[in-house]
């Protein structure tokens, strides 16, 4: 299995569609994390995302802030999605394999700069 965390600074990032890095897991089959490495999006955001985590062979993404577009798009690739998760990266995924992660929300509530609307307004895809 492997699970991709929104990745700034140690933590998870705040919103799914301009992350820059994400840390990439992999785990066995009893959810022991056999690797990890840290990943660049290489600029791709929002619509991109999708594909780029599809080519990483993601199953499972965590992330802070994630609009229905990017939503939709992690569905059609066949990866789950918990969002509205914040805190240490390294925390979260060990919350996770232990059935300890609760999704708390998907919706992206802040303003992004300089767009003069808010995330839920129009689902993060675009």
């Given at each position: 299995?492997?699970?991709?965390?929104?990745?700034?600074?140690?933590?998870?990032?705040?919103?799914?569609?301009?992350?820059?890095?994400?840390?990439?897991?992999?785990a066995n089959e009893n959810k022991d994390l056999t690797s990890f490495e840290v990943v660049s999006t290489n600029g791709q955001g929002h619509g991109a995302l999708a594909s780029f985590l599809e080519s990483n062979a993601v199953d499972v993404?965590?992330?802070g802030g994630i609009g229905q577009?990017?939503?939709?798009?992690?569905?059609?690739?066949?990866?789950?999605?918990?969002?509205g998760?914040?805190?240490?990266v390294d925390?979260?995924?060990?919350?996770?394999?232990?059935?300890?992660?609760e999704k708390k929300g998907v919706g992206c509530d802040h303003r992004h700069e300089g767009e003069?609307?808010?995330?839920?307004?129009?689902?993060?895809n675009h």
């Open positions: 299995m492997k699970i991709a965390a929104a990745y700034e600074n140690g933590n998870i990032f705040e919103h799914f569609g301009k992350t820059r890095f994400f840390k990439i897991y992999t993404v965590i992330c577009g990017a939503q939709d798009a992690l569905a059609e690739k066949g990866i789950e999605v918990y969002g998760i914040s805190g240490n925390s979260v995924v060990v919350a996770f394999l232990a059935g300890k992660l003069g609307h808010f995330c839920g307004e129009h689902g993060c």
